[in-house]
């Protein structure tokens, strides 16, 4: 198999994240339109990420936030979104950088992305990776997670439609 010197899988990544950087960028300059909100899986002990003590202890590996009716103060940058949130009625301020992000979710219109941890992706040599077509991304419908926060990650439904990068281009 030819080496991939170009990198795609990172490209696509990186790309699929700029999806998400823009939809909580909307979100927080105009709020959630109609029905829409997030449900956002992440690694809760990677690089950036920064909990409170208590719900590290509670959520040790990850953790799913909801985006939804009660956070406020959502500010995105390049690199991460930091919110606050309420648990258990103790407000807590999150910062979660966009490569600790293991799935996206908008049940509203059964939209989600997946992604592979940054640094698996950036440190598998490009021979050794499977082969993707070129229309089929790491994105892929996930289930609704069903609690405010919880401990497994979303999995993709049997069946999933990959989303094709061609739906964010300007016509």
Same mark, same amino acid.
């Given at each position: 198999?030819?080496?991939?010197?170009?990198?795609?899988?990172? #490209?696509?990544?990186?790309? @699929?994240?700029?999806? #998400?950087?823009? $939809?909580?960028?909307?979100?927080?300059?105009?709020? #959630?339109?109609?029905?829409?909100?997030?449900?956002?899986?992440?690694?809760?002990?990677?690089?950036?990420?920064?909990?409170?003590?208590?719900? @590290?202890?509670?959520?040790?590996?990850?953790?799913?936030?909801?985006?939804?009716?009660?956070?406020?103060?959502?500010?995105?940058?390049?690199?991460?979104?930091?919110?606050?949130?309420?648990?258990?009625?103790?407000?807590?301020?999150?910062?979660?950088?966009?490569?600790?992000?293991?799935?996206?979710?908008?049940?509203? $219109?059964?939209?989600?992305?997946?992604?592979?941890?940054?640094?698996?992706?950036?440190?598998? %040599?490009?021979?050794? @990776?499977?082969?993707? %077509?070129?229309?089929?991304?790491?994105?892929? %419908?996930?289930?609704?997670?069903?609690?405010?926060?919880?401990?497994?990650?979303?999995? %993709?439904?049997?069946?999933?439609?990959?989303?094709?990068?061609?739906?964010?281009?300007?016509?």
């Amino acid at each position: 198999m030819a080496t991939d010197h170009i990198r795609y899988d990172v #490209l696509a990544r990186d790309a @699929l994240r700029g999806v #998400l950087r823009r $939809v909580l960028t909307d979100a927080a300059e105009h709020g #959630l339109p109609g029905e829409h909100h997030f449900f956002i899986t992440f690694l809760s002990t990677a690089d950036g990420v920064k909990l409170s003590p208590r719900l @590290l202890a509670q959520y040790p590996e990850e953790m799913t936030v909801i985006l939804q009716h009660q956070f406020w103060d959502l500010v995105v940058t390049e690199d991460r979104f930091e919110v606050g949130l309420s648990f258990g009625g103790i407000p807590e301020r999150l910062v979660v950088p966009f490569n600790s992000i293991k799935s996206f979710f908008d049940p509203s $219109v059964q939209f989600g992305l997946q992604f592979e941890p940054a640094d698996a992706a950036s440190e598998a %040599p490009a021979a050794n @990776l499977p082969a993707v %077509p070129a229309s089929a991304p790491s994105a892929a %419908p996930v289930p609704a997670p069903s609690a405010e926060t919880r401990e497994e990650p979303a999995k %993709p439904s049997e069946g999933a439609e990959v989303v094709r990068l061609d739906r964010f281009r300007k016509k």
